[in-house]
């Protein structure tokens, strides 16, 4: 007779929406530290393999190197904007189940996510991407942007033109301390360390 291999094990609790959206909290946060990092270091190689290339020495690195680091750069960058996204999306749930009031969601942050999500569907002139209409729900995102547009350089002091990539950082300590106790240390300590690093210029 056959048995089932896990009847031995104890079912686990359900945990209700508090609990979940508490999990769901630190998921994302862990997850912004981690992207974060990666961001961080791609951004500073970009930079680097970019001033090394207009010196054009033999130890330049070639036009096939700046355009993996701008791929990399790109997808990491994306992926952190989608991170805090969903970071800030649970912690307001958090807030709802607690009986607190959420924190004002961050504009800018919805904007650049929203033009993200939908960049597959915008009008392309050179390199930059517009609305492909000019009123109604498809492209409106692109439409609120400055001029209208997503340039899709990379680099200066902005992520997608509108965002601080280090108030992303910075926003997601806030809440990675906010929740320290239930955090790994090593991975507040590790986000810790990286802002220090950044604000030394290393």
């Known amino acids: 007779m056959d048995t089932n291999p896990f009847e031995d094990f104890e079912e686990e609790p359900e945990g209700g929406a508090a609990e979940v959206a508490q999990l769901m909290v630190q998921v994302w946060a862990e997850a912004v530290i981690r992207q974060a ?10 930079a680097i393999d970019d001033r090394n290339y207009e010196r054009n020495e033999d130890w330049s690195p070639d036009e096939h190197q700046l355009d993996t680091n ?13 991170s805090a996204y969903q970071l800030e999306q649970w912690r307001g749930r958090l807030a709802k189940e607690r ?3 959420a924190a004002p969601e961050n504009q800018d942050l919805k904007l650049v996510r929203d033009a993200l999500e939908h960049l597959s569907e915008a009008h392309f002139e050179g390199f930059a991407a517009m609305s492909p209409a000019e009123k109604g729900f498809q492209g409106r995102a692109l439409r609120q942007f400055p001029n209208k547009m997503l340039t899709m350089a990379l680099g200066g002091r902005t992520l997608f033109e509108l965002l601080d990539p280090y108030r992303v950082h910075e926003e997601a ?5 906010s929740i320290e106790d239930e955090l790994d240390d090593r991975a507040r300590d590790a986000y810790t360390q990286m802002i220090i690093d950044e604000r030394r210029g290393k």
């Open 37 to 46: 990092e990666r961001a961080q270091a791609i951004r500073k190689k970009a």
């Open 99 to 101: 009986g607190e009031v």
């Open 70 to 82: 701008y791929r990399l750069h790109w997808a990491e960058e994306h992926m952190l904007v989608w």
């Open 173 to 177: 300590l806030k809440v990675v301390k």
